[in-house]
C-alpha cells in the first residue's frame, strides 16, 4: 500500500490503526507456526459493513459473500475467545481460520 500511495510505511500502518479503531475496517493476519512470520506477512481486510464496499469499489459477488461471512465471524470472535486468520500460499487460499485462544480461569 505504501508503494501505490508513495507514502512511508509507518503512516500506512498508523491510517490503518486509526481505521480499524474507529471500526470501518478490521484486518486478518496471515496464519502461521511462527510469531514472526504472523507478524510480517501482509494482512486481509475487509470492511465492518457490506454497505461501504460500494464507496470503495464494485465487489463481485464472491468477494461480497466472504465478507459478509467473515464479519459475522468476527462479530462472534471479537465477544468470545478466539481468533481469525487467514492462509495463503502460491496457488491457493484459505479465507477464515478460526484458533481458539486459550481461556484463563481464575480458580486453576
Not at 36 to 56: A, C, Q, W
Amino acid at each position: 500500500m505504501s508503494k501505490f500511495l508513495k507514502i512511508p510505511v509507518k503512516i500506512v500502518e498508523r491510517y490503518s490503526e486509526y481505521l480499524e479503531k474507529s471500526f470501518l475496517l478490521f484486518f486478518l493476519k496471515n496464519y502461521s507456526i511462527s510469531p514472526k512470520v504472523v507478524e510480517n506477512s501482509p494482512r486481509k481486510v475487509y470492511v465492518i459493513d457490506n454497505g461501504f464496499l460500494k464507496y470503495f469499489y464494485t465487489a463481485p459477488l464472491g468477494r461480497t459473500f466472504e465478507s459478509l461471512i467473515v464479519q459475522h465471524l468476527y462479530r462472534y470472535a471479537i465477544r468470545r475467545f478466539y481468533e481469525l486468520y487467514y492462509w495463503s500460499s502460491e496457488d491457493s487460499e484459505i479465507d477464515v481460520i478460526i484458533k481458539m485462544v486459550k481461556r484463563f480461569s481464575l480458580y486453576g
